[in-house]
Protein backbone atom coordinates (compact mmCIF):
# COMPACT_ATOMS: atom_id res chain seq x y z
CA UNK A 1 0.00 0.00 0.00
CA UNK A 2 1.12 3.47 -0.67
CA UNK A 3 2.56 5.38 2.00
CA UNK A 4 0.85 8.89 1.22
CA UNK A 5 -2.64 8.88 -0.56
CA UNK A 6 -4.87 10.93 -1.66
CA UNK A 7 -8.78 11.23 -2.23
CA UNK A 8 -9.80 11.79 -4.51
CA UNK A 9 -7.47 11.23 -7.48
CA UNK A 10 -9.77 13.36 -10.14
CA UNK A 11 -12.56 15.17 -10.01
CA UNK A 12 -14.76 17.68 -11.54
CA UNK A 13 -16.89 20.13 -9.73
CA UNK A 14 -18.48 23.20 -10.37
CA UNK A 15 -17.66 27.04 -9.72
CA UNK A 16 -19.03 28.23 -6.13
CA UNK A 17 -18.98 24.75 -4.86
CA UNK A 18 -16.98 23.30 -1.95
CA UNK A 19 -15.17 20.77 -2.09
CA UNK A 20 -12.50 18.81 -0.11
CA UNK A 21 -9.65 16.95 -1.02
CA UNK A 22 -7.92 14.31 1.46
CA UNK A 23 -4.54 12.74 2.46
CA UNK A 24 -3.21 10.37 4.52
CA UNK A 25 -0.29 9.14 5.69
CA UNK A 26 0.98 5.66 6.73
CA UNK A 27 4.82 7.23 7.70
CA UNK A 28 4.32 8.49 11.16
CA UNK A 29 5.55 11.87 9.81
CA UNK A 30 4.69 15.06 11.73
CA UNK A 31 5.17 17.71 8.76
CA UNK A 32 2.53 17.60 6.32
CA UNK A 33 2.45 20.16 2.94
CA UNK A 34 -0.27 20.65 0.71
CA UNK A 35 1.43 21.88 -2.79
CA UNK A 36 -0.52 23.43 -6.05
CA UNK A 37 1.11 22.41 -9.49
CA UNK A 38 -0.07 24.44 -12.62
CA UNK A 39 2.05 23.88 -15.91
CA UNK A 40 4.60 26.51 -16.44
CA UNK A 41 4.61 27.25 -12.55
CA UNK A 42 5.79 24.31 -10.65
CA UNK A 43 4.97 23.45 -7.54
CA UNK A 44 3.85 25.95 -4.95
CA UNK A 45 2.71 25.85 -1.36
CA UNK A 46 -0.83 26.26 0.05
CA UNK A 47 -0.35 24.98 3.42
CA UNK A 48 1.82 23.23 5.94
CA UNK A 49 1.60 21.41 9.20
CA UNK A 50 3.77 20.71 11.66
CA UNK A 51 1.30 18.67 14.13
CA UNK A 52 -2.65 18.48 14.74
CA UNK A 53 -2.11 21.93 16.60
CA UNK A 54 0.57 23.82 14.59
CA UNK A 55 -1.06 25.37 10.63
CA UNK A 56 0.71 27.50 8.67
CA UNK A 57 0.20 29.71 5.26
CA UNK A 58 2.29 28.95 2.16
CA UNK A 59 2.51 31.46 -0.48
CA UNK A 60 -0.31 30.93 -2.19
CA UNK A 61 -3.18 30.47 0.80
CA UNK A 62 -5.92 32.71 -0.18
CA UNK A 63 -9.08 30.89 -1.24
CA UNK A 64 -7.99 27.92 0.95
CA UNK A 65 -8.29 26.12 4.38
CA UNK A 66 -6.88 23.45 6.05
CA UNK A 67 -7.43 20.67 8.58
CA UNK A 68 -4.96 18.61 10.25
CA UNK A 69 -7.39 15.75 11.96
CA UNK A 70 -5.23 13.99 13.44
CA UNK A 71 -1.27 13.17 12.82
CA UNK A 72 -1.74 10.65 10.07
CA UNK A 73 -4.79 13.41 7.87
CA UNK A 74 -4.13 16.57 6.84
CA UNK A 75 -7.32 17.98 4.31
CA UNK A 76 -7.44 20.80 1.90
CA UNK A 77 -10.85 22.75 1.12
CA UNK A 78 -11.96 25.05 -0.92
CA UNK A 79 -14.32 26.85 0.53
CA UNK A 80 -15.72 28.27 -3.03
CA UNK A 81 -14.41 26.96 -5.69
CA UNK A 82 -13.18 29.01 -8.52
CA UNK A 83 -11.63 28.02 -12.17
CA UNK A 84 -8.30 29.24 -11.48
CA UNK A 85 -8.34 26.75 -9.13
CA UNK A 86 -8.08 23.84 -11.56
CA UNK A 87 -4.65 21.85 -10.93
CA UNK A 88 -2.93 19.59 -9.66
CA UNK A 89 -2.60 19.04 -6.14
CA UNK A 90 0.06 17.54 -3.83
CA UNK A 91 0.10 16.29 -0.47
CA UNK A 92 3.54 15.60 0.66
CA UNK A 93 5.31 14.40 4.48
CA UNK A 94 8.39 14.79 5.90
CA UNK A 95 10.49 13.60 8.80
CA UNK A 96 11.56 16.61 10.00
CA UNK A 97 14.73 19.09 9.45
CA UNK A 98 17.58 18.86 7.19
CA UNK A 99 17.50 16.83 4.21
CA UNK A 100 14.67 14.31 4.75
CA UNK A 101 12.88 13.30 2.11
CA UNK A 102 9.12 15.09 1.58
CA UNK A 103 6.96 12.01 0.38
CA UNK A 104 4.44 12.87 -1.87
CA UNK A 105 1.16 11.74 -2.25
CA UNK A 106 -0.25 10.46 -6.54
CA UNK A 107 -2.23 13.91 -6.85
CA UNK A 108 -5.68 14.91 -7.25
CA UNK A 109 -6.33 16.52 -10.41
CA UNK A 110 -9.01 19.45 -9.63
CA UNK A 111 -11.38 20.85 -12.23
CA UNK A 112 -13.52 23.93 -11.48
CA UNK A 113 -15.76 24.73 -14.46
CA UNK B 1 12.44 34.93 -0.31
CA UNK B 2 14.19 31.75 -2.03
CA UNK B 3 13.98 31.57 -5.81
CA UNK B 4 14.61 28.26 -8.28
CA UNK B 5 15.19 29.35 -12.10
CA UNK B 6 14.80 26.40 -14.34
CA UNK B 7 15.65 28.06 -17.60
CA UNK B 8 15.46 25.36 -19.99
CA UNK B 9 11.90 24.51 -20.41
CA UNK B 10 12.19 21.15 -22.98
CA UNK B 11 15.13 19.31 -23.43
CA UNK B 12 15.81 16.36 -25.36
CA UNK B 13 18.29 13.82 -25.46
CA UNK B 14 18.87 10.23 -27.43
CA UNK B 15 18.21 6.85 -25.77
CA UNK B 16 22.42 6.31 -24.23
CA UNK B 17 23.73 9.71 -24.69
CA UNK B 18 24.11 12.25 -21.77
CA UNK B 19 22.15 14.94 -20.88
CA UNK B 20 22.58 18.09 -18.62
CA UNK B 21 19.59 20.15 -16.51
CA UNK B 22 20.38 23.15 -15.26
CA UNK B 23 18.84 25.27 -12.19
CA UNK B 24 19.81 28.13 -10.82
CA UNK B 25 18.69 29.50 -6.91
CA UNK B 26 18.91 32.22 -5.38
CA UNK B 27 19.60 32.77 -1.31
CA UNK B 28 21.55 34.49 1.40
CA UNK B 29 21.92 31.25 3.54
CA UNK B 30 25.14 29.35 3.70
CA UNK B 31 23.67 26.11 4.89
CA UNK B 32 20.79 24.51 2.32
CA UNK B 33 19.62 21.87 0.45
CA UNK B 34 19.31 20.94 -2.89
CA UNK B 35 16.91 18.48 -4.60
CA UNK B 36 15.78 17.04 -8.04
CA UNK B 37 12.99 15.32 -8.42
CA UNK B 38 11.08 13.48 -11.16
CA UNK B 39 7.45 13.46 -12.54
CA UNK B 40 6.78 11.05 -15.02
CA UNK B 41 3.37 10.86 -16.71
CA UNK B 42 2.39 9.02 -14.01
CA UNK B 43 2.75 12.47 -12.37
CA UNK B 44 4.38 11.05 -9.13
CA UNK B 45 6.81 12.99 -7.39
CA UNK B 46 10.30 10.96 -7.32
CA UNK B 47 13.41 12.20 -5.60
CA UNK B 48 16.36 11.54 -7.70
CA UNK B 49 18.87 13.03 -5.65
CA UNK B 50 20.02 15.32 -2.90
CA UNK B 51 23.01 17.70 -2.32
CA UNK B 52 23.84 19.18 0.85
CA UNK B 53 25.39 22.67 0.69
CA UNK B 54 27.78 21.75 3.39
CA UNK B 55 29.22 19.07 1.19
CA UNK B 56 31.77 20.09 -1.62
CA UNK B 57 31.74 16.70 -3.16
CA UNK B 58 28.87 16.32 -6.00
CA UNK B 59 26.14 13.43 -5.63
CA UNK B 60 25.92 10.91 -7.53
CA UNK B 61 23.18 8.04 -7.64
CA UNK B 62 23.51 5.34 -10.21
CA UNK B 63 23.49 7.52 -13.85
CA UNK B 64 22.07 10.61 -12.04
CA UNK B 65 25.13 13.34 -11.04
CA UNK B 66 24.93 16.56 -9.98
CA UNK B 67 27.46 19.71 -10.41
CA UNK B 68 27.12 21.89 -7.67
CA UNK B 69 28.81 25.68 -7.68
CA UNK B 70 27.77 27.06 -4.41
CA UNK B 71 29.69 30.47 -5.33
CA UNK B 72 27.70 30.32 -8.51
CA UNK B 73 24.38 29.43 -7.25
CA UNK B 74 24.40 26.45 -9.55
CA UNK B 75 23.31 23.31 -9.24
CA UNK B 76 22.95 21.10 -12.90
CA UNK B 77 21.70 17.16 -13.01
CA UNK B 78 23.66 15.04 -15.14
CA UNK B 79 21.97 11.96 -16.82
CA UNK B 80 24.31 9.72 -18.26
CA UNK B 81 23.30 6.74 -20.60
CA UNK B 82 20.10 8.24 -21.12
CA UNK B 83 16.71 5.52 -20.79
CA UNK B 84 13.27 5.94 -22.27
CA UNK B 85 12.15 5.77 -18.69
CA UNK B 86 13.90 9.10 -17.81
CA UNK B 87 11.27 11.01 -19.77
CA UNK B 88 9.93 13.18 -17.42
CA UNK B 89 9.41 16.33 -15.90
CA UNK B 90 12.67 17.11 -13.90
CA UNK B 91 11.91 20.04 -10.69
CA UNK B 92 14.76 21.25 -9.18
CA UNK B 93 13.71 22.50 -5.55
CA UNK B 94 15.52 24.05 -2.41
CA UNK B 95 14.95 24.11 1.05
CA UNK B 96 16.82 26.28 3.94
CA UNK B 97 18.73 24.01 6.87
CA UNK B 98 17.50 26.05 9.58
CA UNK B 99 13.98 26.93 8.81
CA UNK B 100 11.49 25.01 11.04
CA UNK B 101 9.41 24.54 8.16
CA UNK B 102 11.37 22.68 5.94
CA UNK B 103 9.18 23.80 2.78
CA UNK B 104 10.74 23.21 -0.63
CA UNK B 105 10.97 25.97 -3.34
CA UNK B 106 10.42 24.30 -6.65
CA UNK B 107 11.99 25.63 -10.28
CA UNK B 108 9.49 26.02 -12.92
CA UNK B 109 10.48 22.59 -14.47
CA UNK B 110 12.32 21.02 -17.61
CA UNK B 111 10.62 18.20 -19.44
CA UNK B 112 13.28 15.88 -20.84
CA UNK B 113 12.10 13.85 -24.00
CA UNK B 114 14.42 10.44 -24.29
CA UNK B 115 14.33 9.60 -28.31
CA UNK B 116 15.82 6.09 -30.09
Known amino acids: DADVTQTPRNRITKTGKRIMLECSQT?????MYWYRQDPGLGLRLIYY???????NKGEISDGYSVSRQAQAKFSLSLESAIPNQTALYFC????????????FGPGTRLTVT | AQTVTQSQPEMSVQEAETVTLSCTYD???????LFWYKQPPSRQMILVIR??????QNATENRFSVNFQKAAKSFSLKISDSQLGDAAMYFC?????????????FGTGTRLQVTL
Open chain 1, 49 to 55: SFDVKDI
Open chain 1, 92 to 103: ATSEGRGNYEQY
Open chain 2, 93 to 105: AYRDYTGTASKLT
Open chain 2, 27 to 33: TSESDYY
Open chain 2, 51 to 56: QEAYKQ
Open chain 1, 27 to 31: KGHDR
